[in-house]
T-cell receptor, first 112, second 114 residues
Framework: GENVEQHPSTLSVQEGDSAVIKCTYSDSASNYFPWYKQELGKGPQLIIDIRSNVGEKKDQRIAVTLNKTAKHFSLHITETQPEDSAVYFCAASPPKGNKLVFGAGTILRVKS | DTEVTQTPKHLVMGMTNKKSLKCEQHMGHRAMYWYKQKAKKPPELMFVYSYEKLSINESVPSRFSPECPNSSLLNLHLHALQPEDSALYLC?????????????FGEGSRLTVL
């Protein structure tokens, strides 16, 4: 079955710097890759997603890149702000699969 | 309305108690989910309901019993739980059941089993 690895497990950046979180997946047939942000005391919230027919997607300060050949995808956050501090989960969805496979999560701390 | 509402937010129960967690959404979504999340871990899928019918049970122990009374409501009935069942229980919904679209999560019910 699909396996998703996520790195780093924790990331501290200075406010205004960029943050990059990387994930690799094992099933080359996976075709949907969402990123969820979970703030303390809240449920996960989708922040951006990408499908396998696209190499990059951007939404304001957030971007995701997908390399199908290498089977990895990355989240890029530019001009980080304290409110970006949260746990970020990547995930992959195999076709005809019956679940979304999450990475282990990255704790992002933005220091002001 | 893009909210998934879960009650109660916190629940403490003994191992012999029977309690229920409730989830409600009014987005017209036809798929609803229960996830379990331990501290510092990703959510783990427990159950999926599609069009009010149970479509996925991830080999969850029978002490957890899901129920979908209608397309807007999802319950999780709890009985004879163990201390290791203490966790955050998240409800989610989505337009379709294919895991290729956005999941809308509630804020969760934090369960402590004594």
């Amino acid at each position: 079955g699909e396996n998703v690895e996520q790195h780093p497990s924790t990331l501290s950046v200075q406010e205004g710097d960029s943050a990059v979180i990387k994930c690799t997946y094992s099933d080359s047939a996976s075709n949907y890759f969402p990123w969820y942000k979970q703030e303390l005391g809240k449920g996960p919230q989708l922040i951006i997603d990408i499908r396998s027919n696209v190499g990059e997607k951007k939404d304001q300060r957030i971007a995701v890149t997908l390399n199908k050949t290498a089977k990895h995808f990355s989240l890029h956050i530019t001009e980080t702000q304290p409110e970006d501090s949260a746990v970020y989960f990547c995930a992959a969805s195999p076709p005809k699969g019956n679940k979304l496979v999450f990475g282990a999560g990255t704790i992002l701390r933005v220091k002001s | 309305d893009t909210e998934v509402t879960q009650t109660p937010k916190h629940l403490v129960m003994g191992m012999t108690n029977k309690k229920s967690l409730k989830c409600e959404q009014h987005m017209g979504h036809r798929a609803m989910y229960w996830y379990k999340q331990k501290a510092k871990k990703p959510p783990e899928l427990m159950f999926v309901y599609s069009y009010e019918k149970l479509s996925i049970n991830e080999s969850v122990p029978s002490r957890f019993s899901p129920e979908c009374p209608n397309s807007s409501l999802l319950n999780l009935h709890l009985h004879a739980l163990q201390p290791e069942d203490s966790a955050l229980y998240l409800c989610a919904s989505s337009q379709g059941h294919s895991f290729t679209g956005e999941l809308f999560f509630g804020e969760g019910s934090r369960l402590t089993v004594l």
